[in-house]
Nanobody, 128 residues
Framework: QVQLLESGGGSVQTGGSLRLSCVAS????????MGWFRQSPGKEREDVAR???????TYAEAIKGRFTASRDNAKNTLYLQMNNLKPEDTAMYYC??????????????????????WGQGTQVTVSS
């Protein structure tokens, strides 16, 4: 199984920034679509961002323009730069992976591949 480990969470005030990291095990990271998800108590899991092996990324509307996903395939590492954080961003953040040949969609703008590897999460708390 692929192992994913998130880090970088913490507590910040409104308007602050954090950078999350996710390190993946294995030698096939370059063939993975990677994603970030979040979940807070009483709410459903939310898709935050996903990024293909070539670095192309898509984002949820709620965070578009504030968060940036990136990846370093040589280091098997995924990042999420979070700027201008808001209290509603408070959640447990998870990284995820699927071995899809590197794509995140069956075709551009099409059906999303489902993730089957998940990290344990890192907590982000934003105070007002």
């Amino acid at each position: 199984q692929v192992q994913l480990l998130e880090s970088g969470g913490g507590s910040v005030q409104t308007g602050g920034s954090l950078r999350l990291s996710c390190v993946a095990s294995g030698d096939t990271y370059g063939s993975f679509c990677m994603g970030w998800f979040r979940q807070s108590p009483g709410k459903e899991r939310e898709d935050v961002a996903r990024i293909a092996s070539d670095g192309s990324a898509t984002y949820a509307e709620a965070i578009k323009g504030r968060f940036t996903a990136s990846r370093d395939n040589a280091k098997n590492t995924l990042y999420l730069q979070m700027n201008n954080l808001k209290p509603e961003d408070t959640a447990m953040y998870y990284c995820a992976a699927v071995e899809s040949g590197g794509r995140c969609y069956t075709v551009p703008g099409g059906v999303k591949f489902e993730f089957n590897y998940w990290g344990q999460g890192t907590q982000v708390t934003v105070s007002s």
